[in-house]
């Protein structure tokens, strides 16, 4: 009875276990196809850069060169809407009649309003289509950073056999650099250097070279303090 007993107890445990490692094996084969049909994007959390810009309209009397009351507060409000920066590239055009003393008498009055809100900033006249005699177009652009959406899960969580990266590698640092620059121009081209003094760091070398240099002493570990 007993013997039998336990026959009966083995088949059913022998039956379950194998029910379990089907399952089992249906499981990781379908994690497999997901891993095998899933790819990494071409450009997985690439930080972009794009060149837009705002523009602004201001409307003077005919031979004025003083702004209305009417017009200075539009562009004051303006400018306090697209948040003019120290990094913006600002631009008058002044329309074909190029190099008049009311034009740039126009340019002086619509600079003095910008330092308003960005010390030295300056618009630099433009000779095109907008302008007119009774009229100047305002054009300020900037570069703009445009983030990659993080986190970023959409890589199967299973096995990896062909070593792709993870969909959320390098996401968050993408888009920290991004949040943080001050001018995402400047991932397009870098800053001009400034003027530097050659002479005066050839002479540094030179004392280097020539054992000049002075260099503080370690202190004595052996000194009570």
Same mark, same amino acid.
């Given at each position: 009875m007993t013997a !039998?007993?336990? !026959? !009966?107890?083995f088949r059913q445990h022998r039956r379950r276990r194998a029910t379990l490692l089907v399952a089992l094996a249906v499981i990781v084969a379908g994690c497999a196809q997901t891993v095998a049909d899933w790819t990494p994007p071409e450009q997985a959390h690439?930080?972009?850069? !794009?060149?837009?810009?705002?523009?602004?309209s201001i409307a003077f009397n005919r031979q004025e060169v003083l702004l209305s009351k009417t017009e200075a507060r539009r562009l004051d409000r303006f400018l306090a809407q697209i948040d003019l920066r120290p990094t913006d590239r600002v631009f008058l055009d002044i329309g074909p009649r190029s190099g008049e003393v009311v034009d740039d008498a126009r340019v002086d009055v619509i600079n003095d309003r910008l330092r308003h809100f960005v010390p030295n900033a300056e618009a630099a006249p433009i000779v095109g289509d907008k302008g007119s005699a009774d009229n100047v177009q305002l054009i300020i652009g900037r570069y703009v950073a445009v983030l990659p959406e993080c986190p970023d899960f959409s890589s199967p969580g299973a096995s990896n056999p062909n070593n792709y990266p993870d969909s959320n590698f390098g996401c968050a640092t993408q888009r920290n650099l991004g949040l943080m620059l001050a001018d995402p121009g400047e991932l397009l081209q870098g800053r001009t250097l400034g003027p530097a003094d050659g002479e005066a760091h050839s002479?540094?070398?030179r004392e280097n070279r020539a054992g000049?240099?002075?260099f503080p002493h370690a202190p004595d570990k052996h000194i009570r303090r």
């Open positions: !039998r007993h336990n !026959r !009966r107890i690439e930080l972009q850069v !794009r060149w837009i810009t705002h523009e602004h002479k540094i070398m000049e240099v002075q």
